[in-house]
């Protein structure tokens, strides 16, 4: 095939690809109707809805990790020399 024919082609199986996602994923409602009047095929086979995605879950927030505290150091001699108090 020449490239012309061959860049028709798959910008129309594209168009089309793009369209059936589109259809699919499409919001709509969600009732089990895969029998008598639901999705069938032929004479008795039936198939149920598709799940195209997982089920929503509760994720809980992560930890709260606090910085670790401080602590008061009093005033003290170190080495001969006089330090005042201060915080760790």
Do not use: D, E, F
Request: with cysteine.
């Amino acid at each position: 095939m020449t490239s012309s024919v061959t860049r028709t082609l798959t910008a129309a199986c594209a168009v089309l690809g793009l369209a059936a996602i589109g259809v699919a994923a499409a919001p709509g409602q969600a009732n089990a109707q895969w029998y008598r009047y639901g999705y069938g095929y032929g004479p008795g086979y039936y198939a149920p809805p598709v799940v195209v995605a997982p089920p929503a879950a509760y994720y809980p927030p992560p930890a709260y990790y606090a910085p670790p505290a401080r602590v008061w150091v009093p005033a003290h001699w170190r080495n001969g020399a006089w330090i005042p108090g201060h915080w760790s």
